[in-house]
């Protein structure tokens, strides 16, 4: 089983500013990886896939890159509507598809 | 629009049995692989089973093998999980989720619906 790693757990970060959470997968991914967003009462929302893609309708201050072990989500000029929990997910070797175990984004 | 609600979750004693349910709309539900996946209160997501277009090739998460049976209907366009020998760490929300058309990501996600496992 592909473990998968975010760090940090939470995150601190203010209005405008830009902010990087970090994925790692214990064996290469390729770019089978996809970052999910999650508000509080809500179900995930797909953010990216094959580690930067956009999906349909996500702002473009919101970016993906990596590759095989090491993953980042960049998110630029944070809005309020930012801050949530982001998770990331592995499909390159399944079952079982596994995530990480979430980042917080908090406001400062 | 795409659209997928999860019913069925409630509360069950332990050893006990439920089904959940997920309709979906707006999108042909034959041409896409499903999965259940959970989230415990507090805890981050789990994918729990997965099932193909047709229903001939199914995958569990093995905490759940032998317990959980994943299930769907075309014809009314609907997705099922029936869990048996419930525990109190199946306690989740339950989500389904519809496959990337042309990857495994999941790309829409229903609200999910409660189980609760408590003596």
């Known amino acids: 089983e592909i473990v998968m790693t975010q760090s940090p757990a939470t995150l601190s970060v203010s209005l405008g500013e830009r902010v990087t959470l970090s994925c790692r997968a214990s064996?290469?991914?390729?770019?089978?990886l996809a970052w999910y967003q999650q508000k509080p009462g809500q179900a995930p929302r797909l953010l990216i896939s094959?580690?930067?893609t956009r999906a349909t309708g996500i702002p473009a201050r919101f970016s993906g890159s990596g590759s095989a072990t090491e993953f980042t989500l960049t998110i630029s000029n944070l809005q309020s509507e930012d801050f949530a929990i982001y998770y990331c997910q592995q499909y390159n070797d399944w079952p079982p598809y596994t995530f990480g175990q979430g980042t917080k984004l908090e406001i400062k | 629009q795409v659209q997928l609600v999860e019913s069925g979750g409630g509360f069950v004693k332990p050893g006990g049995s439920l089904r959940v349910s997920c309709e979906v709309s707006g999108f042909m539900f034959n041409d896409y692989f499903m999965s259940w996946i959970r989230q415990a209160p507090g805890k981050g997501l789990e994918w729990v089973a997965y099932?193909?277009?047709?229903?001939?090739?199914?995958y569990y998460t093995d905490s759940v093998k032998g317990r959980f049976t994943i299930s769907r209907d075309n014809t009314k366009n609907s997705l099922h999980l029936q869990m048996n020998s419930l525990r109190d760490e199946d306690t989740a929300v339950y989500y389904c989720?519809?496959?990337?058309?042309?990857?495994?990501?999941?790309?829409?996600w229903g609200p999910g619906t409660l189980l609760t496992v408590s003596s």
């Open positions: 099932i193909s277009r047709d229903g001939s090739t199914i």
């Open positions: 989720a519809r496959h990337g058309a042309i990857n495994d990501y999941f790309d829409s």
């Open positions: 094959g580690a930067s």
């Open positions: 064996q290469s991914v390729t770019t089978n």
